[in-house]
């Protein structure tokens, strides 16, 4: 079954340091997506991307985060200037279609830590 | 965004049936209603969506009220793999996939 692949499966940097959290979404959708989930808290809504432009975005995604599909198979997430609060796992999801009703497909994660 | 009200948690024992209940009395036409669930150190997963009628795929069935005011999300035989959240959402076309706090399964052997 085609799967959603995160790199790093975890990542440690240190506070105000830039990271790139990376997807390979699957290869045939269209959308994607970044969420992500503070430990012990509900997953949370970051960005949709089509058609090489941001769709929707959330109030958490600030200045300080940007997404870019540098390739045709590669989608990133960058923090520029980490905070302590950034600690948590991302998600990456992608589905098929123009806001269609298909079901997303989420990677496993990345667990960011912000010392 | 329309919201949805589940359960904190609910038990099951294992090879029963589970019935994860949802309301969403506030729904309008254009809502679609999907379950996720999101197994322990692992992404959410889809599991089922449907718009009116019930819906069975190989992972689980939805049934949906008539005036689509509830739903319930149907594991027909619980095993301890099934121990996870499950997120009952609801989304129409102008939207991306928001979760709410989910309902955490207990399977007990």
């Known amino acids: 079954e085609p799967e959603v692949t995160q790199t790093p499966s975890h990542q440690v940097t240190q506070m105000g340091q830039e990271v790139i959290l990376r997807c390979v979404p699957i290869s045939n959708h269209l959308y994607f997506y970044w969420y992500r989930q503070i430990l012990g808290q509900k997953v949370e809504f970051l960005v949709s991307?089509?058609?090489?432009?941001?769709?929707?975005k959330s109030e958490i995604f600030d200045d300080q985060f940007s997404v870019e599909r540098p390739d045709g198979s590669n989608f990133t997430l960058k923090i520029r200037s980490t905070k302590l609060e950034d600690s948590a796992m991302y998600f990456c999801a992608s589905s098929e279609g123009a806001r269609s009703q298909a079901g997303y497909t989420f990677g496993s994660g990345t667990r960011l830590t912000v010392v | 965004d329309a919201k949805t009200t589940q359960p904190n948690s609910m038990e099951s024992n294992e090879e029963e049936p589970v019935h994860l209940p949802c309301n969403h009395s506030t729904i309008s036409g254009t809502d679609y209603i999907h379950w996720y669930r999101q197994l322990p150190s692992q992404g959410p997963e889809y599991v089922i969506h449907g718009l009116t009628s019930n819906v069975n795929n190989r992972m689980a069935s939805l049934a949906i009220a008539e005036d689509r005011k509830s739903s319930t999300l149907i594991l027909h035989r619980a095993t301890l793999r099934d121990a996870a959240v499950y997120y009952c959402i609801l989304r129409d076309y102008n939207n991306d996939m928001r979760f709410g706090a989910g309902t955490r399964l207990t399977v007990k052997p």
């Open positions: 991307f089509y058609n090489n432009e941001i769709s929707e």
